[in-house]
Each structure stands twice: as C-alpha cells, then as structure tokens.
C-alpha cells in the first residue's frame, strides 16, 4: 500500500486509516457528519495526493490533449482549466480528468488516484505517434491539498502572494503559499468556494501544519474520504468506478456538457456522434428519496415494481437530511420530476427523479 507525504500527520491526527485505490488514506479524524458540516460552513482540509499529476510539455502537447479529451484544450486560456473526459476508441470513460494550462506548450493533467497508471500510459501511447510532446508522471514528486469551504478565502489570502479576489473559479495560477512555490488552482470537488495546491511532496507536511494552525481561527476541521464522498454526491460529482467506467459513454453518464463533437476528432467521437444522433439506451439520473431510508451502491431502481436501474451512488445527505443518490436507467425513465422507487433491503422506497447539484446552496 502506498502513503502520502501527509501519513505521519494523519496519525498524529488520529484519523481513521482506511486503504483506497492502493493508498492507505484517512477516512475521518472526528468523524464524517462533523467534517462534512466543517467543510459547508467553514473550511475542510484535505490530503488528495493519491491523485495523479502528469505533466504534458512541447509544441504537441496541445494536440495530444485535443486527441485523447472530449473538451477542446485549444481554446482553453493560459491560466485555465477544464473538466474533460478521456475515453476509449468505444466511447467508454477511462477516466475524468482535469486539464491545467500553464503557458503556451505546457499543460498538466489531474486524472482520479484508481486510473492515474492507466492515464499515464494511455497519454503516452497516444503520444507514441507525436514528436514535439514529453509525458512525465509527477505524482511522486508533487503532493496535493484541497482548502475547501466559504471561509477558505480568508484563510488562504495572507498566507498567498497574490490577490485571491481575482482569482476566478477554474483558473490557476504559480505562486506561493506559506512561503513554498506551487501551483494553486481555485477548484475542489464541494461545490465550496476552495483551492487545490500542488506542491513539493517534500514540503507538504509543513504547508498542512501551516493551514491547521492558521485555520483554527477559521473554524477548519482535517477531512478524510468520508464527507469527500457525501459533499461530492451532494453536488451530484460522479465518481469514477461507480458512476461512470469504460462500459459507460460520456452521453450516458450525463456528461454531455463536458464533450464538444465540434471540435474536430478526437477518441470515442464516432460512438458520441451517432448516440447524439440516435439516442442512448440507459441514462445516469439523480433522485431523492420521498421518505426516510439510505440508498447504495447496487441497490434496484424499480418503477411500479419493475428493476429499471441500478444506484451507482447514494447516502443520506447530511446538508438536505434525506436520502439521496444517483443510477442509471432506461431513458425513458430518466425525465425529472419521473416517480420511482429504490429497493432497500426488499422495502420499495418512493422516489423522484431530480435535476443535479441536490445542494445548491454552494459558494463556489
């Protein structure tokens, strides 16, 4: 099992270790409902550095993205970023990424900690064909820490060398923060005002030591994996492995706003073009549950008593104190506002199909 640079600062914390996609990760420190509130009225401190960090740099590099992304990274500006999918030659999801630009012929790529090995060999083999692009796994030698809540602005602006407020939601920037050099991008996965930093792994323990102490004042709570998981589902994020794989296309996961047919070619576009134009078969809803219960992950999704899904995500959502989750089903059964029911230990729970983020309360 792998460990962060933050292990040893964990176990002071106490936290609950838990392994995950290979890494021996915190779960929870004082306990999932009590980070998850930290996170939605203050700020939430998170160690994300099983993620993976590759770096993409060359007069090609621009290419090999616009080949293997769903999003256009040619018309992506110097300093920002987007969400992307990369798939396969059958439109199925290899992984969600997030592309960062730095400047003119280099580019980074955040890909989930379960596909970070698949993603990096997956860029290279695309880029076998280039010249003029270099892939170079940085995973190991960058650590990553999510600042995340409505507080997390005032927290981080005297410890960073330049102006927060102009900053905007999916821009990043090199700079500094506690006095360390770093890529900080104004991002998370809460649906939160926050910021993810990108550090030396070698400095990443005193950064974190830095933002306990200095978010005290701030009401800031260590998260773990726990409340990650239920702030994102709370946004409606969906989570690799559960939510979308390689047997699901972008269009199937409801993921359309992130693939651009017009952009010209790129992997999986021919399968994309003609489900645009046909249809899909199965589609990936949010719903709530109309009465108490806790949906998971494989639970039926029935309608007047028939399997017409399955949950790929659910949990009781401590913001909205119901039950939430997300699944795919027949498209005919996909439209908001559709009547439902999840199979819940053999009890058919009513349910309403519902338009996604379930909380949109967020500051980001």
């Known amino acids: 099992m792998k460990r962060t640079p933050l292990?040893?600062?964990?176990k002071k914390l106490g936290a609950k270790i838990v392994p995950f996609a290979g890494w021996e990760m915190p779960l929870s420190y004082t306990g999932v409902l009590e980070e998850h509130r930290a996170t939605r009225s203050a700020v939430g401190l998170f160690d994300v550095s099983h993620m993976g960090r590759i770096e993409l740099t060359g007069p090609a590099a621009v290419e090999l993205l616009n080949r293997v992304a769903t999003s256009p990274a040619k018309k992506l500006a110097v300093g920002g970023m987007q969400y992307a999918l990369a798939c396969n030659e059958q439109g199925g999801v290899l992984d969600d990424i997030m592309i960062y630009r730095f400047d003119e012929r280099r580019y980074f790529v955040c890909a989930n900690a379960s596909n970070a090995e698949k993603i990096d060999q997956w860029l290279r083999k695309q880029a076998a064909g280039l010249s003029g692009v270099d892939v170079t796994d940085r995973s190991a030698e960058l650590a990553q820490i999510a600042?995340?809540?409505?507080?997390?602005?005032e927290l981080m602006k005297p410890l960073t060398a330049v102006d927060l407020d102009r900053l905007?939601?999916?821009h990043c920037i090199e700079t500094k923060v506690a006095g360390?050099?770093?890529l900080l991008s104004r991002s998370g996965y809460?649906?939160?005002l926050g910021y993810e930093l990108y550090l030396p792994a070698d400095r990443t323990p005193g950064v974190w030591e830095t933002l306990l102490h200095e978010g005290a004042t701030y009401g800031l709570k260590p998260c773990g994996l726990g409340c990650r998981d239920t702030l994102r589902l709370e946004m409606g994020y969906p989570l690799y492995g559960n939510d979308m794989d390689e047997t699901a296309t972008p269009l199937e996961a409801s993921l359309d706003f992130a693939v651009d047919l017009a952009k010209g070619d790129f992997i999986g576009r021919e399968v994309m073009r003609r489900q645009k134009e046909d249809g899909v078969s199965r589609k990936l809803i949010g719903f709530e549950l109309l009465r108490q219960g806790v949906p998971r992950h494989g639970h039926a999704i029935l309608c007047d008593g028939k399997e017409i899904g399955v949950v790929t995500s659910g949990n009781h959502s401590p913001s909205l104190n119901k039950g939430i989750g997300m699944g795919y089903v027949q498209t005919r059964f996909a439209e908001v506002g559709g009547k439902i029911q999840i199979d819940i230990r053999g009890n058919a729970v009513p349910a309403l199909v519902v338009e996604r983020p379930f909380y949109k309360k967020g500051k980001a």
């Open 7 to 10: 292990y040893d600062e964990h």
């Open 180 to 182: 360390v050099p770093m």
């Open 190 to 192: 809460t649906g939160e």
């Open 168 to 170: 905007k939601l999916r």
């Open 147 to 153: 600042v995340q809540g409505p507080r997390s602005r």
